[in-house]
Every structure is written in structure tokens, then in C-alpha cells.
């Protein structure tokens, strides 16, 4: 059984920081997308960041140049790396990962609480 533990979040003023960690544990064979995503008070859930196994990362537009998304293959961990923080961007985050056991699958971890508000 595969599973995805966040950790991280909290309450920030605007223009804090904030760093969320997902690692992913259980019978992995390989991880190829790793991802954030958060759902906004109202709103669905939104693609933030993405990181692939090999590195490469794109971001929403939203977040572009606040937020960095990183990864540590070897504790099959990703992280978001949240400055600059906003009001706005109060919500639930979400890791997610496609993470293969026997074939690929999607999994998410468990959700985290991010507010900023003063």
C-alpha cells in the first residue's frame, strides 16, 4: 500500500513563507510526477507545481515566481517552497503523485491547511 503524508502549512502573515513536504512511502517501484494542488475557499481543485522525475518544473501563473517546487528522489519526498505569500492564496493543498507499484497510479496525500491573513 502506497501512501502520501504532508506535512507543512499553518497560518502566515502576507508576504511570509511557508514550506509543505509530501513524502510518498510504501511498495514503490518508481515515481514519475510528482505535484501540488490546492483548492481555494468556493473554488475546485487547481494544478500549482509539477516536478517529473528528471527535474523539470512548470508552475500555475498564479504562483509563478513565488512559489518553487523541488524533490529528493532518494526519499521519494517533494516539497514546495511557498515566499511571497498572499491572501489569496489561502486553501487546501494537495500533493499528488504517479507513483507505480505493479502499474502507475494516482495517489494524493492528505491535504494541508495554508492561510495568510493578518
Known amino acids: 500500500q502506497v501512501q502520501l503524508v504532508q506535512s507543512g502549512g499553518g497560518l502566515v502573515q502576507p508576504g511570509g513563507s511557508l514550506r509543505l513536504s509530501c513524502a510518498a512511502s510504501?511498495?514503490?517501484?518508481?515515481?514519475?510526477?510528482m505535484d501540488w494542488y490546492r483548492q481555494l475557499p468556493g473554488k475546485s481543485r487547481e494544478f500549482v507545481a509539477r516536478?517529473?522525475?528528471?527535474?523539470?518544473?512548470n508552475y500555475a501563473d498564479s504562483v509563478k515566481g513565488r512559489f518553487t517546487i523541488s524533490r529528493d528522489n532518494a526519499k521519494n519526498t517533494v516539497y514546495l517552497q511557498m515566499d511571497n505569500l498572499k491572501p489569496e492564496d489561502t486553501g487546501v493543498y494537495y500533493c499528488?503523485?504517479?507513483?507505480?507499484?505493479?502499474?502507475?497510479?494516482?495517489?494524493w496525500g492528505q491535504g494541508t491547511q495554508v492561510t495568510v491573513s493578518s
Open positions: 499528488h503523485a504517479n507513483i507505480r507499484v505493479v502499474t502507475f497510479d494516482s495517489y
Open positions: 510504501g511498495s514503490i517501484v518508481g515515481i514519475s510526477n
Open positions: 516536478a517529473t522525475h528528471a527535474g523539470t518544473t
